[in-house]
């Protein structure tokens, strides 16, 4: 049996991309409720999925309550 290395490293590379994102880095996300863009901060990784608050101040809808993302939610990370 033959193993491929390039597709090997292609498989770990893959497996590293999905912790991009970290607890507290601040991101931006499109709020399902109205579809406004806000920001907000990563509290917990929970598998592949990321808990997130609203209570910051970079926040346009602060009093939201706290809910769990996908990634494919995540638009980018605030610079």
């Known amino acids: 049996m033959k193993v491929d290395n390039k597709n090997n490293e292609n498989m770990k590379y893959i497996i590293e991309s999905k912790k991009y994102y970290r607890i507290n880095d601040k991101i931006k996300i499109e709020y399902w409720y109205n579809g406004m863009i806000t ?7 929970i598998g592949n999925r990321y808990k997130i608050s609203h209570n910051i101040p970079e926040s346009l809808i602060f009093n939201a309550p706290d809910e769990i993302i996908k990634s494919s939610d995540i638009i980018d990370k605030k610079k």
Do not use: E, G, V
């Open 39 to 45: 920001t907000c901060l990563i509290t917990d990784i």
